[in-house]
Antibody, heavy 114, light 112 residues
Framework: EVQLVESGGGLVQPGGSLRLSCVAS????????MGWVRQAPGKGLEWVAI????????RYVDSVKGRFTISRDPAKNSLSLQMNNLRAEDTAVYYC???????WGQGTLVTVSS | DVVMTQSPLSLSVTLGQPASISCRSS???????????LHWFQQRPGQSPRRLIY???NRDSGVPDRFSGSGSGTDFTLKISRVEAEDVGIYYC?????????FGQGTKVEIK
């Protein structure tokens, strides 16, 4: 059974950067979509970015385009999310998820505040 | 973007009674391969989401058979045949037929 473990969350000032990482304990095919879902405090779920085929196919929700970069390292079974120019509205728990949500991590909290 | 609309947004159910959640999409969800990428997730308080149903009506491994999904086109339903205490939480439908993949607002299920 595949498990996903995220790390890298924390408190950052507006305009700052943060890099989230997700490591899978088992094998995940490069043909499978992996991505990041966020949940603002007390709010619903939002897919932010997804990646497939070793990272050659990437998608971003409009609100993070140009600021976030998703990357995937199949050799390390890992997924990353580089977040730049962070805004208060990016404050959320960020979940790593694979295969259209079949497997989820425990989430990591990102707080953007001065 | 495809808008997913759930109803009701809140549901109070007596233990052992059935519950039903509706999800409507603003566009049809059939993908080019003929499959419909509409799924249901449960999020218990303080936990990560968990997928219950994938592609409309397929139960994920370990999901009790009291959960069932149905629907087609733009109208979909999640049913719980007999609500148990462990079913308390928020339920989301989501489409991943077209990017951006979008969730419904969520339906909060509580015990009456």
């Amino acid at each position: 059974e595949v498990q996903l473990v995220e790390s890298g969350g924390g408190l950052v000032q507006p305009g700052g950067s943060l890099r989230l990482s997700c490591v899978a304990s088992g094998f995940i095919s490069t043909d499978v979509w992996m991505g990041w879902v966020r949940q603002a405090p007390g709010k619903g779920l939002e897919w932010v970015a997804i990646s497939r085929r070793g990272g050659s196919d990437k998608r971003y929700v409009d609100s993070v385009k140009g600021r976030f970069t998703i990357s995937r390292d199949p050799a390390k079974n890992s997924l990353s999310l580089q977040m730049n120019n962070l805004r208060a509205e990016d404050t959320a728990v960020y979940y790593c998820a694979s295969d259209r949500g079949e497997v989820w991590g425990q989430g990591t909290l990102v707080t953007v505040s001065s | 973007d495809v808008v997913m609309t759930q109803s009701p947004l809140s549901l109070s159910v007596t233990l052992g009674q059935p519950a039903s959640i509706s999800c409507r999409s603003s566009q049809g969800l059939v993908f080019g391969d003929g499959d419909t990428y509409l799924h249901w997730f449960q999020q218990r308080p303080g936990q990560s989401p968990r997928r219950l149903i994938y592609k409309v009506s397929n139960r994920d491994s370990g999901v009790p058979d009291r959960f069932s999904g149905s629907g087609s086109g733009t109208d979909f339903t999640l049913k719980i045949s007999r609500v148990e205490a462990e079913d308390v939480g928020i339920y989301y439908c989501v489409q991943d037929t077209g990017w951006p993949w979008t969730f419904g607002q969520g339906t909060k299920v509580e015990i009456k």
